[in-house]
């Protein structure tokens, strides 16, 4: 570009300059003018001294406009532009899922997939009540993965917040032995647990806990019970033995 054949007026110069600064700030327009002269290919130093600006600045100003557009005519100490519109995260939901003697949990933004067995028992209840109060999961979803009720997984995942993991592990010293759960306990449990999924009805702890009180007038925790479904392996066939049995119903249709 040839400057020398463009006619400049130094009134409508100092009169729009003058305007611009009301709406735009003198430092920006100065910057801006010195952007002008560097483009059109005045010295740096020239620049200084034509717009009363230290050739440190005038250096830097150019630097900045190089590594960042714009938003390099702002102050750069600040932490925000308002020139470079905001940045528009979304914002995507894991998704929670029981998966054989366990529960997958999938963040497809990162394509990451973390597995917890139930044989981890305060590994998996630490995992996803953190996620509960991160607000990954609702209440139900949580609660459901656990085999606990809504009201009881909330309680636990206050408690987790204020008193960290001792506050969800029990302490309690209880009978080492298992005097409780005899041969024909356990029987009566797993029987229980294959009628839950004959039914199709929630095979959680609290369930089975009050079907065995109706149907056998027996009277078991249902803390205790979901130790005894992870330590007979319950929870490894619970997905598998529904397709199982209808397998066999339709091999053999008297069955």
């Known amino acids: ?55 440190g600045s005038v250096k830097s100003f150019i630097l900045a406009i190089n590594r960042t557009g714009l938003a ?29 003697a366990g529960v997958k949990i999938v963040f497809e933004s990162e394509n990451l997939i973390l597995y917890i067995p139930d044989s981890n028992p305060i590994q998996k209840k630490v995992i996803l009540l953190s996620l509960l109060n991160s607000e990954c999961f609702n209440k139900a979803e949580i609660a459901s993965a656990l085999n606990l009720s809504a009201d009881r997984t909330g309680k636990l995942a206050k408690k ?13 010293q209880g009978q080492k032995k298992d005097y409780v759960f005899k041969p024909e306990i356990k029987g009566e449990l797993i029987q229980q647990f294959v009628i839950e999924i004959l039914k199709k009805r929630p095979t959680s702890a609290q369930n089975l806990s009050d079907q065995l009180k109706q149907r056998c007038n027996i009277t078991l925790s249902s803390r205790s019970i979901l130790d005894h479904l992870s330590k007979l392996g319950l929870f490894h066939i619970q997905t598998s033995l529904p397709s199982n049995i209808e397998e066999i119903k339709k091999k053999y249709p008297d069955f």
């Open 72 to 100: 390099g005519i702002e102050d750069q100490r600040k932490k925000t532009s308002t020139f470079k519109p905001p940045v528009s995260i979304r914002k995507v939901k894991p998704t929670l899922l029981k998966e054989g």
């Open 160 to 172: 987790l917040q204020l008193e960290d993991v001792k506050g969800i592990v029990d302490n309690r």
């Open 1 to 55: 570009m040839n400057c020398e054949q463009l006619s400049f007026s130094e009134k409508l110069s100092s009169q729009r300059i003058s305007k611009a600064k009301n709406y735009l700030g003198s430092k920006v327009i100065t910057k801006i003018l010195a952007l002008a002269f560097f483009l059109l290919g005045v010295n740096k130093t020239v620049i200084a001294a034509t717009l009363n600006m230290p050739l």
